[in-house]
C-alpha cells in the first residue's frame, strides 16, 4: 500500500491561468475527497466522490473549480482562471466506506501547494 | 453547525514529558466521530486516533490517549513520553453521522523541546 499521492507537489501560477492537480488513493478505496488549507487554519472540505459519482461538493467551490474521478479511481481537481485567493495547500484524502460514516477514517495525500502571483 | 475549537495556538513539552492538546466541539447530531490528525512541516495529515460518540472507553493508540468527556463535549489528545519527532501542528475533526464533510479547527502547533 503506497499511501495516497498527489502531483505535482508545488505549482507557482500566474493569475488567469488555469491548473490541474491530481489525486491517486489508496487501491480499493471507494471514497475521495478534496479539501483546501490555508495558512493557519485547518483543512475545509471542497467536495468528495463515492466510486466516480460526485455526492457533495461546499459552497467554498466556485464556478471556476471542477473536480472528477473518472472511473473511480485517480481525481483531478481543475482551477480555471485563478485569483490570488486561491493560493492554498490543497489536500486529497480517501477512505473506504463499508458501513457508517461516522468512523470513516480518511487517509491525506502530501497535499499540493498552490501560488498564484 | 458543527464546530470545532482548539483554544491553544502553540504549547511547548519537554522531551519525555506528557502534553495533553485540547479540543472542544458543538454539535447537535447524537453521532459522530472525533479525529486527530498530526501535520507535520513536510503538510502531509497523518491520522492519529479515532473516538466515537457512542464509544463507552477512552480511545489509545500508543503514545496517543483521547480524553473524551461528553457531557463537556470535550475530546482531549495526550501524547505521552514526548518526542521531537512529535513537534508539528495538531489538529482536531469531527464528522457528524448526518454529514459527509469532516469539519477541522484552526490547529495547535506543538513545540518538543531537547
Known amino acids: 500500500d503506497t499511501g495516497v499521492s498527489q502531483d505535482p507537489r508545488h505549482k507557482i501560477t500566474k493569475r488567469g491561468q488555469n491548473v490541474t492537480f491530481r489525486c491517486d488513493p489508496i487501491?480499493?478505496?471507494?471514497?475521495l475527497y478534496w479539501y483546501r488549507q490555508t495558512l493557519g487554519q485547518g483543512p475545509e472540505f471542497l467536495t468528495y466522490f463515492q466510486n466516480e459519482a460526485q455526492l457533495e461538493k461546499s459552497r467554498l467551490l466556485s464556478d471556476r473549480f471542477s473536480a472528477e474521478r473518472p472511473k473511480g479511481s485517480f481525481s483531478t481537481l481543475e482551477i480555471q482562471r485563478t485569483e490570488q485567493g486561491d493560493s492554498a495547500m490543497y489536500l486529497c484524502a480517501s477512505s473506504f466506506l463499508a458501513g457508517g460514516t461516522v468512523g470513516e477514517t480518511q487517509y491525506f495525500g502530501p497535499g499540493t501547494r498552490l501560488l498564484v502571483l | 453547525a458543527q464546530k470545532i475549537t482548539q483554544t491553544q495556538p502553540g504549547m511547548f513539552v519537554q522531551e519525555k514529558e506528557a502534553v495533553t492538546l485540547d479540543c472542544t466541539y458543538d454539535t447537535s447530531d447524537p453521532s459522530y466521530g472525533l479525529f486527530w490528525y498530526k501535520q507535520p512541516s513536510s503538510g502531509e495529515m497523518i491520522f492519529l486516533i479515532y473516538?466515537?460518540?457512542?464509544?463507552?472507553q477512552n480511545a489509545t493508540e500508543g503514545r496517543y490517549s483521547l480524553n473524551f468527556q461528553k457531557a463537556r463535549k470535550s475530546a482531549n489528545l495526550v501524547i505521552s513520553a514526548s518526542q521531537l519527532g512529535d513537534s508539528a501542528m495538531y489538529f482536531c475533526a469531527m464528522r457528524e453521522n448526518n454529514n459527509n464533510d469532516m469539519r477541522f479547527g484552526a490547529g495547535t502547533r506543538l513545540t518538543v523541546k531537547p
Open positions: 473516538q466515537g460518540s457512542y464509544d463507552q
Open positions: 487501491s480499493e478505496h471507494n471514497r
